[in-house]
């Protein structure tokens, strides 16, 4: 068994620890990053399949992720807008498509006023929630044990204006189920962007993507790290103690002052402790779980929704496909469309053989753009439920009154361990701005105690 030594070790080589890693070595400390699949950028990954370039991950930028526009920024690397001229779709209780521009459905006159009122008093109560300390709020247990889906009905027995105001941070969010979630959760997935308008806002949300793709910012970040990010090295048990830690692989032992787990809390349980970590983490990280959304990717000969007028931006909450965009690369003759399949719609069409799952997908896409729809191609689905170190998408999430109960220790260090996750962000909650806000912070943190 190889040993080595460094002041600090880092478990997980995606956006989070390869920034901690790049801060830390700024700072003069030695690391090594362990990884254990075979490639860096966890949760960011750029892959060509049959001829087509696709982001099988996380892709877009929005304008006020600064932590990562700063990252694409300095690692010289270019964006480009999502295509966004024409119309954009909407699929109705009626099953019947209907066409709009502008932010609103196109929804009965009735639903757009309950919506619009809604919508204003929860921009209100985001704008008094801060990111980075939700729990703190002084109605954080009242809003941490209502559900976000008991919530809005209480609002109004307005069934289309409930499911289009849920539907935001719910099924294309925290892809999960709206009545296994609270509202303070839905309350902090809206403040870590700024607003609950800025959130159902796509031109804001799903704005720029990084030509060539964004698993670029992991792999560039890993280059300047060289021999020190190590691969196929899943850590399986880490010792821990005053005098520092010592992570244990298939084949390798690193000792360290300090340890930075930068990976989803899913998975922290997978790696035995030694000593076992505090009762409050142990409680806390079973009340974390990851959603779950199926990343579906069609390509075509041609953009051919475009000629019709339609930017391919499509929002249905009655569709198995909830939401659908144009996702043509940088400079690509072909045309490609994203969209997605959350929550309980996932588990179902899982349910079901490859084909029949690619046929009613497809049915469902047609719904928004017609019948070529139903010939891509390429055809993919990012399936990242069956990704041993991921296990689902896009993010993690506490449960039903987990954030006030635990949310506060969530970032604490236990001794020598520190952690670093976009699933643990307050700002960039859930995206890779907040993993690199939180990369940064774990190696500040660290070098302040080295320091002190
Ligand atoms: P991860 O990327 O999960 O990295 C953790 C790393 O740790 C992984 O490489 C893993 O293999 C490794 N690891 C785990 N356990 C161990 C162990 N025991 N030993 C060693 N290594 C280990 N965000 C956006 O900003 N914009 C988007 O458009 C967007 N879309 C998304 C679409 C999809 C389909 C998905 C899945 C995510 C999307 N996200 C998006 C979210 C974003 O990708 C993540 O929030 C971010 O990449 C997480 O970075 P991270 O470093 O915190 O964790």
């Known amino acids: 068994m190889a040993e080595i030594t460094r002041d600090v070790l880092i478990i997980g080589a995606g956006a989070a620890g390869l920034t901690a890693a790049n801060d830390l070595r700024k700072a003069g400390l030695s690391v090594a990053v362990l990884e254990a699949r075979d490639r860096v950028g966890g949760r960011l990954w750029t892959d060509v399949i049959e001829g087509a370039m696709l982001e099988i991950g996380g892709q877009w930028v929005s304008p006020d992720q600064d932590a990562l526009k700063d990252a694409i920024e300095e690692l010289g690397l270019e964006t480009y807008s999502r295509y966004r001229e024409g119309d954009s779709v909407y699929v109705g209780p ?158 390798l032992t690193v000792s360290a002052r300090y340890a930075i787990l930068a990976h989803a809390p899913v998975l922290y349980s997978r790696i035995s402790f030694v000593p076992p970590l505090p009762r409050r983490q142990h409680q806390m990280h079973q009340h974390l779980s990851m959603g779950f959304v199926i990343k579906v990717h069609a390509v075509y000969e041609t953009p051919f929704w475009r000629k019709d007028g339609l930017s391919a931006t499509a929002f249905s909450p009655y569709e198995l496909v909830h939401e659908a965009y144009d996702n043509t690369n940088h400079g690509d003759e072909r045309g490609t469309l994203v969209g997605f399949v959350s929550d309980a719609n996932a588990d179902g069409v899982f349910e079901l053989s490859a084909e029949e799952r690619k046929e009613r997908i497809l049915e469902s896409l047609s719904h928004y753009y017609g019948d070529e729809a139903k010939n891509p191609v390429v055809y993919y689905e990012s399936d990242w439920g069956s990704e041993e170190w991921t296990r689902g998408a896009y993010a993690a999430s506490f449960d039903m009154g987990g954030l006030h109960r635990y949310g506060a220790d969530l970032r604490t260090p236990v001794g020598p361990i520190h952690f670093a996750c976009s699933d643990l962000a307050g700002a960039g909650y859930q995206h890779v701005d907040g993993a690199i806000r939180m990369g940064q912070l774990a190696a500040s943190n660290i070098v302040d105690a080295i320091r002190d």
């Open 94 to 251: 009626d099953g019947q498509s209907h066409r709009f521009t502008g932010e609103m459905f196109p929804v009965a006159p009735e639903t757009e006023a309950v919506i619009a009122e809604i919508t204003e008093r929860l921009d209100a109560m985001v704008a008094e929630i801060d990111p980075d300390r939700p729990w703190a709020h002084a109605k954080a247990e009242e809003w941490d044990t209502v559900t976000w889906d008991a919530w809005l009905r209480a609002q109004t027995d307005d069934d289309e204006a409930v499911r289009n105001l849920a539907f935001a941070t719910g099924t294309a969010m925290l892809t999960k189920p709206t009545h296994s979630f609270s509202l303070l959760q839905s309350l902090l997935m809206a403040a870590s962007a700024g607003s609950y308008s800025n959130l159902v806002d796509a031109d804001f949300i799903l704005d720029k993507r990084v030509v060539g793709g964004l698993q670029q910012v992991p792999q560039r970040l890993a280059e300047r790290l060289g021999d020190d990010v190590l691969l196929n090295q899943p850590v399986r048990s880490l010792e821990w103690g005053p005098n520092g830690v010592k992570a244990t692989t298939d084949d």
